[in-house]
């Protein structure tokens, strides 16, 4: 009985480590072919910009100011509410095009997501 537990512990050890693996993908962040790529929002400025990805990743915005963001495509394709400070938004691109975006109570901010 022992014996079975800890071949037991050992499979279900590997299985973990493997499910890990798998879904760390190998994958920096902002690799092309990851499903999620960060771009923050900081000192009025969108970075990265423009940030490139494949059809399916999902973009998120993070406000690191003290102010208020939104991110607001131009061709209404999305549109965050209001990001408070540390406040987060996402949007999967499923087709590939280029997209511009901007913050709407800072005009000037504007960034580009390029999907292939």
């Not at 480590?17 to 902002?30: E, K, M, N, Y």
């Not at 540390?86 to 390029?114: D, W």
Request: glycine share 6%.
């Amino acid at each position: 009985m022992r014996r079975f537990c800890m071949a037991l512990w050992t499979l279900m050890s590997a299985a973990a480590l493997l499910l890990s693996v798998c879904a760390a993908g190998f994958v920096h962040p902002g690799d092309e072919r990851s499903t999620r790529v960060s771009v923050t929002i900081e000192n009025y400025a969108f970075q990265p910009d423009p940030v490139t990805v494949a059809a399916g990743t999902t973009v998120i915005w993070t406000n690191r100011d003290e102010v208020s963001h939104t991110v607001v495509s131009n061709d209404g394709l999305f549109s965050s509410p209001e990001l408070e400070a540390n406040q987060r938004f996402e949007f999967t691109f499923k087709k590939a095009g280029s997209f511009a975006y901007f913050c709407s109570l800072h005009p000037e901010m504007k960034g580009k997501v390029i999907v292939k």
